[in-house]
């Protein structure tokens, strides 16, 4: 049973350009998180999606950012017209969901914008 | 007040010694809650749920105390490789949000 997977693991952009970072859930598994980590501070909520739904945004900006999980494929997070501030490691956690909450981690995409 | 609150650190403890961490939590409605180790530049990984009624896991045991809002985790015979940042974390099955303590840093010593 494959992990959470993430691609790509290490992301470039140049300010102003778009970064599209994907993420597939363990197999069986139907929540997605996306968290945010800045160097040297705790990880930060940003999006629960569900197949086809976004359930809560409440932590990701409300401009720039989009994320969504389509019935067919992995769930991706976009980043339109990055800046130097989003540089960060992006996990993504999937979970069963209901009955089992206990989520596992992808390895993380680290985006750099230079 | 952060939703949950640890103390993040260093503890620097030789190799062999018991080490004990804290984490409370403001949110009375939270339901779960779980202990993930983060090595440097890596992802969390669970280290262990914890239960109402505490849990061991070989070197590990976590302990819950709902009424005063915090839990904790013990490690004893410390080893080398359980210099890490331990992740306090706090679900509320209502939002099913996961809210992660900023962690706190173990160095084992030689």
């Known amino acids: 049973n494959a992990g959470v997977m993430q691609n790509p693991r290490h992301l470039v952009r140049r300010r102003g350009q778009e970064a599209r970072l994907r993420c597939s859930p363990m197999k069986g598994h139907s929540h997605v998180y996306w968290y945010r980590q800045l160097p040297e501070e705790g990880l930060k909520f940003m999006v629960y999606l569900q197949k086809e739904n976004i359930i809560d945004e409440s932590g990701m900006p409300k401009e720039r950012f989009s994320a969504e999980f389509p019935k067919e494929g992995p769930s991706i997070l976009r980043i339109q017209q990055v800046v130097r501030g989003d540089s960060a490691a992006y996990f993504c956690a999937s979970s069963v969901g209901q009955g089992d909450p206990e989520q596992y981690f992808g390895p993380g995409t680290r985006l750099t914008v230079t | 007040r952060k939703e949950v609150e640890q103390d993040p650190g260093p503890f620097n403890v030789p190799e062999g010694a018991t080490v004990a961490f804290n984490c409370t939590y403001s949110?009375?409605?939270?339901?779960?809650f779980f202990w993930y180790r983060q090595d440097c530049r890596k992802e969390p990984k669970l280290l262990m749920s914890v239960y109402s009624s505490g849990n061991e896991d070989g070197r590990f045991t976590a302990q819950l105390n709902r009424a005063s809002q915090y839990i904790s985790l013990l490690i004893r015979d410390s080893k080398l490789s359980d210099s890490a940042t331990y992740l306090c974390v706090v679900f509320a099955s209502g939002t099913y949000k996961y809210i992660f303590g900023t962690g706190t840093r173990l160095k084992v010593l030689a």
């Open positions: 949110n009375s409605a939270s339901q779960s």
